[in-house]
């Protein structure tokens, strides 16, 4: 594409050189570059060893993932064939010389181009130019043509596929392929230069620069606003616009390393105009929010000041001039609320940061914002204060649940968030928030802030990532303006608002474009501008291929066969990950992370649960706990029984168990479901609660039963074979609207999308025939839709994601499975060997981590296909049971484990 500025740098010195030699030097006065580039150029490029720049990007690993890119694959080619024709100064090299510019310029809605500017007065270019005239005189298919515009000669040389216009100005090339870009250069050079380039931003010239950088950027905001528009849909290409109210200019040095691509320089700014005017009177900031960003977020965009009462003002003052409609809006809701902002920022700290989380399938848009407080108390009054007024003026009262240690209020005020803190803060219809450390945290549904209080206890954070840790040593420590973000988690945000012909472009390149996996744009006050840095971290994507193996990392032979699947365990003293089995002789085995067995110790029945880590003393060391047919069991990791167990059951056939934490304060219930369909719950003590011993359904049961909690009410919910849908409050009783009864046979466990209260709480539900029911949880059925049924012996499974986030349906014809999406885009559709059923899981970790595995019991294979349905291996795994996955940040990369016969095993790819 000829949006790659380099490959059309190299194209113009192709097409143009020869020119220069035919006209033989016109003899004027000299004029500068920067003369001729008018100052609607978006970004001038400036390089004094242009080649040896390109040269040293080729030797690094970041041509790996640009060289998959048509345009710049092809400016490979384009250097070899200048070099070839011309022998006698360098070549390219020879042509550019010493003293080159590339332009940038909008030329329409969404599209753009460039303009080149080459010094004549270089000898060597002049060879260049001669030599590579003679070649184009052999040429027929490029023909030559000129005109007059404003008492210059421009020359246009044509081919089959594009034109290259340009003209000399005493000893300046200019030329481009659009003709217009030339004209107006030619108009600015009528106009004795006012209004170029260099006068439009003449403080950049003023900064001091590198020497041995490998180019320079200048850049004009409010041009950069415009051009950034281009790449977006007419619809979003408003948003585009805020660029330009940023700051006035900005100059960056640009160095290229082995795996980043780092800009370092200074921006500058109108005093009173710009938003980098609302931090003159602030220092740049450390503020480190790490700890509290899940891995799961596309970009983090964080604001820091010293003096936050200041900086309020100062806001006040922007938003009077950009967003006057915004400040009324805001006066309006302060008055609505009795409410005044200001007195908020008495009580903020250091930061306000705001984090978009990568969609999933069924969220909604998910937002946390975090506010440093200086004076947790204050902060804590305020809020519940505000929060007990919201509730008393809707005739309620404050909605407050306890989760884990914290304590979470909702704010009964839509965008509270947007206008306390600006426009940018926007999309919270509802707001809940709690408070963690010297931070008020709030996020745009109480499901948000669970899951946030999750990832903090299962430590995947930003702070607790190898690869961002790394990243970040690449940043500002200290900023007043930050953005840092993860390409592959937004590229979906990105694509979905970009223009289609961007879309297209992002598609054909697309793990290219996502190898530059994470960056950052930083602004730090320095002196009378602001210090500017943006990183560009890459990271080697090779192209999706066929592996013959997977890599075996260990392997462990038992005394008996492997009966159950492999369950992957934390060790509580190292964090190490262990994997617990049982054979056939009932013996539960745990195997350390060396792969060795640790202890093994009978257990007289077969296990039918899962195997789940539970902290029964509350202090941080985790206990095995699992159901056999005719009792309840917690472990130690030494092999040790917690006291009061086994608990034994009489008479009870267990076919089903699992761990209730109501509210995550380890005060566990034991939920279990019989042959029967009877449901049985029990304290941590093992003692059966009151109207569950049992609560008698009136069906077999479908799928494990389970607890989920909506707006601070607990449900049990039990799906029986017969389509009955049963939902009970905490004593056994039915809640209102069920039972429900959706009249299909249902084989497998549900899907739920928690919402913000019952009627917003969607199940889905996929009946064997194919017909999928989505009910709330008040009872009321949404929609049915019968999907397609090939045959009468087609069978369908609905297989949710093993962190329950998101779901695939499984659809069996014999020996044929098709996997679809939940909007019924076929994924996979594979014949295998056996017609009996296949088990199917599925893994979606977000940033296209997306894996499916499928496994035939009766052959004892297991084949595992990546997200876009390819085979990872082409032989498939020996597996007896379905696998456990894991996926590991630091490294990128996926470990199996896997059980065969009396071997277990742990495979990487």
Same mark, same amino acid.
């Given at each position: 594409?000829?949006?790659?500025?380099?490959?059309?740098?190299?194209?113009?010195?192709?097409?143009?050189?020869?020119?220069?030699?035919?006209?033989?030097?016109?003899?004027?006065?000299?004029?500068?570059?920067?003369?001729?580039?008018?100052?609607?150029?978006?970004?001038?490029?400036?390089?004094?060893?242009?080649?040896?720049?390109?040269?040293?990007?080729?030797?690094?690993?970041?041509?790996?993932?640009?060289?998959?890119?048509?345009?710049?694959?092809?400016?490979?080619?384009?250097?070899?064939?200048?070099?070839?024709?011309?022998?006698?100064?360098?070549?390219?090299?020879?042509?550019?010389?010493?003293?080159?510019?590339?332009?940038?310029?909008?030329?329409?809605?969404?599209?753009?181009?460039?303009?080149?500017?080459?010094?004549?007065?270089?000898?060597?270019?002049?060879?260049?130019?001669?030599?590579?005239?003679?070649?184009?005189?052999?040429?027929?298919?490029?023909?030559?043509?000129?005109?007059?515009?404003?008492?210059?000669?421009?020359?246009? =040389?044509?081919?089959?596929?594009?034109?290259?216009?340009?003209?000399?100005?005493?000893?300046?090339?200019?030329?481009?392929?659009?003709?217009?870009?030339?004209?107006?250069?030619?108009? =600015?050079?009528?106009?004795?230069?006012?209004?170029?380039?260099?006068?439009?931003?003449?403080?950049?010239?003023?900064?001091?620069?590198?020497?041995?950088?490998?180019?320079?950027?200048?850049?004009?905001?409010?041009?950069?606003?415009?051009?950034?528009?281009?790449?977006?849909?007419?619809?979003?290409?408003?948003? !585009?616009?805020?660029?330009?109210?940023?700051?006035?200019?900005?100059?960056?040095?640009?160095?290229?390393?082995?795996?980043?691509?780092?800009?370092?320089?200074?921006?500058?700014?109108?005093?009173?105009?710009?938003?980098?005017?609302?931090?003159?009177?602030?220092? +740049?900031?450390?503020?480190?929010?790490?700890?509290?960003?899940?891995?799961?977020?596309?970009?983090?965009?964080?604001?820091?000041?010293?003096?936050?009462?200041?900086?309020?003002?100062?806001?006040?003052?922007?938003?009077?001039?950009?967003? +006057?409609?915004?400040?009324?809006?805001?006066?309006?809701?302060?008055?609505?609320?009795?409410?005044?902002?200001?007195?908020?920022?008495?009580?903020?700290?250091?930061?306000?940061?705001?984090?978009?989380?990568?969609?999933?399938?069924?969220?909604?848009?998910?937002?946390?914002?975090? *506010?440093?407080?200086?004076?947790?108390?204050?902060?804590?009054?305020?809020?519940?204060?505000?929060?007990?007024?919201?509730?008393?003026?809707?005739?309620?009262?404050?909605?407050?649940?306890?989760?884990?240690?914290?304590?979470?209020?909702?704010?009964?005020?839509?965008?509270?968030?947007?206008?306390?803190?600006?426009?940018?803060?926007?999309?919270?219809?509802?707001?809940?928030?709690?408070?963690?450390?010297?931070?008020?945290?709030?996020?745009?549904?109480?499901?948000?802030?669970?899951?946030?209080?999750?990832?903090?206890?299962? @430590?995947?954070?930003?702070?607790?990532?190898?690869?961002?840790?790394?990243?970040?040593?690449?940043?500002?420590?200290?900023?007043?303006?930050?953005?840092?973000?993860?390409?592959?988690?937004?590229?979906?945000?990105?694509?979905?608002?970009?223009?289609?012909?961007?879309?297209?472009?992002?598609?054909?390149?697309?793990?290219?474009?996502?190898?530059?996996?994470?960056?950052?744009?930083?602004?730090?006050?320095?002196?009378?501008?602001?210090?500017?840095?943006?990183?560009?971290?890459?990271?080697?994507?090779?192209?999706?291929?066929?592996?013959?193996?997977?890599?075996?990392?260990?392997?462990?032979?038992?005394?008996?066969?492997?009966?159950?699947?492999?369950?992957?365990?934390?060790?509580?003293?190292?964090?190490?990950?262990?994997?617990?089995?049982?054979?056939?002789?009932?013996?539960?085995?745990?195997?350390?992370?060396?792969?060795?067995?640790?202890?093994?110790?009978?257990?007289?029945?077969?296990?039918?649960? $899962?195997?789940?880590?539970?902290?029964?003393?509350?202090?941080?060391?985790?206990?095995?706990?699992?159901?056999?047919?005719?009792?309840?069991?917690?472990?130690?990791?030494?092999?040790?029984?917690?006291?009061?167990? +086994?608990? &034994?059951?009489?008479?009870?056939?267990?076919?089903?168990?699992?761990?209730?934490?109501?509210?995550?304060?380890?005060?566990?219930?034991?939920?279990?479901? $019989?042959?029967?369909?009877?449901?049985?719950?029990?304290?941590?003590?093992?003692?059966?609660?009151?109207?569950?011993?049992?609560?008698?359904?009136?069906?077999?049961?479908?799928?494990?039963?389970?607890?989920?909690? *909506?707006?601070?009410?607990?449900?049990?919910?039990?799906?029986?074979?017969?389509?009955?849908?049963?939902?009970?409050?905490? &004593?056994?009783?039915?809640?209102?609207?069920?039972?429900?009864?959706?009249?299909?046979?249902?084989?497998?466990?549900?899907?739920?999308?928690?919402?913000?209260?019952?009627?917003?709480?969607?199940?889905?539900?996929?009946?064997?025939?194919?017909?999928?029911?989505?009910?709330? =949880?008040?009872?009321?059925?949404?929609?049915? @839709?019968?999907?397609?049924? +090939?045959?009468?012996?087609?069978?369908?499974?609905?297989?949710?994601?093993?962190?329950?986030?998101?779901?695939?349906? !499984?659809?069996? $014809?014999?020996?044929?499975?098709?996997?679809?999406?939940?909007?019924?885009?076929?994924?996979?559709?594979?014949?295998?060997?056996?017609?009996?059923?296949?088990?199917?899981?599925?893994?979606?970790?977000?940033?296209?981590?997306?894996?499916?595995?499928?496994?035939?019991?009766?052959?004892?294979?297991?084949?595992?296909?990546?997200?876009?349905?390819?085979?990872?291996?082409?032989?498939?795994?020996?597996?007896?049971?379905?696998?456990?996955?894991?996926?590991?940040?630091?490294?990128?990369?996926?470990?199996?484990?896997?059980?065969?016969?009396?071997?277990?095993?742990?495979?990487?790819?």
């Amino acid at each position: 594409m000829k949006k790659i500025a380099i490959v059309i740098t190299i194209v113009v010195v192709f097409l143009t050189a020869g020119y220069l030699a035919y006209d033989k030097w016109y003899k004027y006065e000299v004029s500068t570059l920067w003369d001729n580039v008018p100052g609607n150029a978006v970004i001038v490029f400036e390089s004094g060893h242009t080649i040896e720049s390109w040269q040293q990007l080729k030797a690094s690993r970041l041509w790996n993932s640009l060289q998959r890119i048509e345009a710049f694959s092809n400016i490979d080619k384009n250097i070899e064939g200048i070099d070839s024709i011309s022998s006698r100064a360098r070549g390219v090299a020879g042509l550019l010389g010493k003293n080159s510019l590339i332009s940038l310029h909008v030329t329409g809605k969404n599209n753009f181009d460039f303009t080149f500017f080459i010094d004549l007065n270089n000898p060597s270019a002049q060879n260049v130019a001669t030599d590579l005239l003679e070649h184009f005189k052999s040429k027929k298919e490029v023909t030559y043509a000129e005109r007059i515009y404003q008492d210059f000669k421009i020359s246009e =040389l044509t081919s089959s596929a594009r034109s290259f216009t340009y003209f000399i100005n005493n000893n300046v090339l200019v030329g481009s392929f659009t003709s217009f870009l030339v004209e107006d250069v030619v108009r =600015l050079v009528k106009n004795d230069y006012k209004g170029s380039f260099k006068q439009s931003n003449y403080e950049l010239f003023d900064l001091p620069k590198l020497s041995n950088d490998d180019g320079n950027l200048y850049i004009n905001m409010e041009s950069t606003s415009l051009w950034l528009s281009t790449f977006l849909r007419a619809d979003k290409r408003k948003s !585009a616009r805020n660029v330009q109210n940023l700051g006035r200019s900005l100059f960056l040095d640009m160095d290229l390393s082995e795996d980043k691509l780092l800009l370092n320089g200074f921006t500058t700014f109108s005093s009173n105009i710009d938003f980098l005017s609302t931090f003159n009177a602030q220092k +740049p900031v450390k503020a480190d929010v790490k700890y509290y960003i899940p891995n799961r977020a596309s970009w983090l965009y964080q604001l820091a000041f010293t003096d936050p009462e200041i900086w309020h003002n100062e806001l006040k003052k922007y938003w009077g001039k950009y967003s +006057p409609q915004f400040l009324t809006a805001r006066r309006d809701f302060e008055q609505e609320y009795n409410l005044d902002f200001s007195k908020i920022y008495d009580w903020i700290g250091t930061s306000v940061s705001l984090v978009q989380l990568e969609p999933l399938n069924f969220s909604e848009n998910e937002r946390i914002t975090l *506010v440093h407080c200086s004076d947790v108390t204050e902060a804590l009054n305020q809020l519940n204060t505000f929060s007990e007024s919201l509730a008393q003026a809707h005739g309620d009262s404050v909605y407050v649940e306890n989760f884990a240690e914290y304590e979470i209020r909702e704010l009964k005020a839509k965008d509270f968030p947007k206008n306390a803190f600006g426009p940018q803060f926007d999309g919270y219809d509802e707001c809940y928030f709690t408070l963690m450390g010297d931070y008020i945290v709030m996020a745009t549904s109480m499901q948000t802030l669970k899951t946030l209080v999750e990832d903090l206890e299962g @430590e995947n954070t930003w702070g607790r990532s190898v690869s961002y840790n790394n990243f970040l040593e690449s940043t500002l420590e200290e900023s007043n303006i930050s953005l840092i973000f993860n390409t592959r988690r937004v590229w979906m945000e990105l694509t979905s608002q970009a223009d289609s012909r961007w879309q297209q472009f992002s598609n054909e390149n697309e793990q290219s474009l996502k190898s530059f996996g994470l960056g950052s744009v930083q602004f730090s006050r320095l002196d009378e501008n602001f210090y500017t840095s943006i990183a560009l971290q890459h990271e080697d994507q090779p192209q999706p291929k066929e592996k013959k193996v997977y890599d075996a990392l260990k392997s462990t032979e038992l005394s008996n066969k492997i009966i159950t699947k492999p369950y992957v365990v934390k060790n509580h003293t190292n964090n190490g990950l262990e994997v617990a089995v049982q054979d056939s002789a009932y013996n539960f085995v745990l195997i350390g992370v060396d792969g060795n067995v640790l202890w093994r110790d009978s257990l007289g029945q077969a296990i039918v649960s $899962d195997i789940e880590q539970v902290d029964y003393y509350k202090n941080g060391k985790l206990q095995y706990f699992f159901a056999t047919k005719s009792a309840l069991h917690i472990i130690d990791r030494l092999g040790n029984y917690i006291d009061g167990y +086994p608990v &034994r059951l009489e008479n009870v056939n267990i076919k089903y168990a699992s761990v209730v934490d109501y509210d995550k304060s380890k005060r566990y219930r034991f939920l279990l479901g $019989d042959e029967r369909g009877n449901l049985y719950l029990f304290n941590k003590e093992g003692i059966s609660l009151e109207g569950w011993s049992p609560r008698e359904l009136t069906g077999k049961l479908a799928s494990k039963p389970f607890h989920i909690r *909506v707006r601070g009410k607990d449900c049990i919910v039990a799906i029986q074979q017969d389509g009955v849908v049963n939902v009970m409050n905490r &004593r056994g009783e039915m809640m209102p609207g069920f039972p429900l009864n959706v009249d299909a046979r249902i084989n497998t466990k549900p899907f739920v999308n928690i919402g913000s209260d019952f009627d917003k709480t969607i199940f889905t539900l996929l009946s064997r025939e194919g017909r999928l029911i989505r009910f709330n =949880l008040s009872g009321t059925i949404v929609s049915t @839709e019968q999907l397609y049924k +090939p045959t009468k012996e087609t069978r369908f499974e609905l297989i949710p994601d093993a962190l329950d986030k998101t779901y695939i349906i !499984a659809r069996q $014809d014999m020996s044929r499975l098709v996997l679809l999406s939940p909007d019924h885009k076929e994924i996979i559709s594979k014949d295998y060997l056996s017609s009996g059923q296949l088990y199917v899981q599925y893994y979606d970790l977000g940033s296209d981590h997306k894996i499916y595995a499928i496994t035939d019991k009766a052959q004892d294979f297991t084949y595992i296909y990546d997200g876009a349905g390819k085979l990872i291996s082409s032989r498939p795994i020996d597996s007896e049971q379905e696998i456990a996955l894991m996926y590991f940040d630091s490294t990128g990369k996926y470990q199996v484990y896997v059980v065969s016969a009396d071997t277990f095993k742990v495979l990487s790819f």
